[in-house]
Structures are given as C-alpha cells and as structure tokens.
T-cell receptor, first 113, second 114 residues
Framework: DAGVIQSPRHEVTEMGQEVTLRCKPISGHDYLFWYRQTMMRGLELLIYFNNNVPIDDSGMPEDRFSAKMPNASFSTLKIQPSEPRDSAVYFC???????????FGEGSWLTVV | AQSVTQLGSHVSVSEGALVLLRCNYSSSVPPYLFWYVQYPNQGLQLLLKYTSAATLVKGINGFEAEFKKSETSFHLTKPSAHMSDAAEYFCAVSKGGSQGNLIFGKGTKLSVKP
C-alpha cells in the first residue's frame, strides 16, 4: 500500500519567495495533519483536517502560513512570503477516524536562505 | 490536559546492552500511549501503542513498553541494542481518549556504540 506521499522532498528557496508543500494522504484516511519539526521546538502540530475541513489551525505560526485540502486525496501547505526561520522539516500525516495511529510521510526539508 | 515528558534528550548504549528510554505522561482521561521511531532523514513510524488492553505492549524490532498507571510511565525497552536501533524515539499521548490527536514528547536520540 502506498503511504503518505509528500513533495518536494527538499526545497531551497530565497527569503520572500512563496513555498508550496504538497501531500497525498493514505487512501481512505479522513484525517490529515501538517507537522513542523525543528531542533529548537521539536515536533509541532500546525493544522489538521477532518473530511477535508480544517478543524484546528491553532498551531499555524502566523498569517504567512496557509493550508488547504480541496479533496480527500490532496492537501497543500503554503508559506508566503517565506523567511529563514521557516527552515524546518514539514511532515504530512494521516489516519482513519477509528483509532489514532498516525502515519507519517517522509517529510519536506525546507531551507530558506 | 494531556502531555508527555521524555527524560533524557540523548541516550548512548553499547551494542548488546539494554535500551531504556523513559516517558512519563499526564492525562485527565485513560491514556492511549504511543512510541514512534524516526530514522535519519525519514518520517516517524509507529513502534508500538497502548490502548488499554495488556499493560505490556510488544512492538516491532524487539521493542516493548510497559504501562504503569501508578507511576504514570510508559518506558520503552529492548533487551539487546543493535547498531540499527540508532534513531530518535518519540513518546506520544492521545489528546482526548481513543479519538484524540497525538501530543508528542521532545524526543530521545539513541546512539549505539560498537
């Protein structure tokens, strides 16, 4: 079975540019999560969706960050404009509505210079 | 509110030695507890989980964890470390029972010396 698929795996961009990270959850999973991992702050939940609807975005750091889930098989996390402090690994994860084992993608390594 | 505390950000053991990674939790409801492992440059993958059945939970790669309510602990152990166990390990608690989202600890990086 295909796992959670993220793209790009690595991105280097200049400060001020727009960054779009993409995620395809596991088929049949109705919860989708975006996490950010840094050395300083560890693993942080940014936002999660249930049945394509954002449920809790309290972890989104500021208005520069936005996330969408237009359908059950696709989500994006956008940063506009990007800043060096946004450099991190961004993980997408998904699970079904029953039980709470979360399955992670392999992450998108973002570097903003 | 639910939370987890992982004691020790770095643990180093010799190959063949016992691995013990500590996790204490706080939960206002019966907890669902998890251990995830993250190998370098990869995402997190589930090692094992406790969901109120047996208190001793066996996971993949020879790891196990014991739920101790009296100590509010869910420590991860493996009798004999292997070089391939070098990774970062995260303890997590479910926020809100069986349907809650997960709150992760800060992680413990395990090094294995030959």
């Amino acid at each position: 079975d295909a796992g959670v698929i993220q793209s790009p795996r690595h991105e280097v961009t200049e400060m001020g540019q727009e960054v779009t990270l993409r995620c395809k959850p596991i088929s049949g999973h109705d919860y989708l999560f975006w996490y950010r991992q840094t050395m300083m702050r560890g693993l942080e939940l940014l936002i999660y969706f249930n049945n394509n609807v954002p449920i809790d975005d309290s972890g989104m750091p500021e208005d520069r960050f936005s996330a969408k889930m237009p359908n059950a098989s696709f989500s994006t996390l956008k940063i506009q404009p990007s800043e060096p402090r946004d450099s991190a690994v961004y993980f997408c994860a998904s699970r079904t509505g029953v039980g709470n084992t979360i399955y992670f993608g392999e992450g998108s390594w973002l570097t903003v210079v | 509110a639910q939370s987890v505390t992982q004691l020790g950000s770095h643990v180093s053991v010799s190959e063949g030695a016992l691995v013990l990674l500590r996790c204490n939790y706080s939960s206002s409801v019966p907890p669902y507890l998890f251990w995830y492992v993250q190998y370098p440059n990869q995402g997190l993958q589930l090692l094992l989980k406790y969901t109120s059945a047996a208190t001793l939970v066996k996971g993949i790669n020879g790891f196990e964890a014991e739920f101790k309510k009296s100590e509010t602990s869910f420590h991860l152990t493996k009798p004999s470390a292997h070089m391939s166990d070098a990774a970062e390990y995260f303890c997590a608690v479910s926020k809100g029972g069986s349907q809650g989202n997960l709150i992760f600890g800060k992680g413990t990086k395990l090094s294995v010396k030959p």
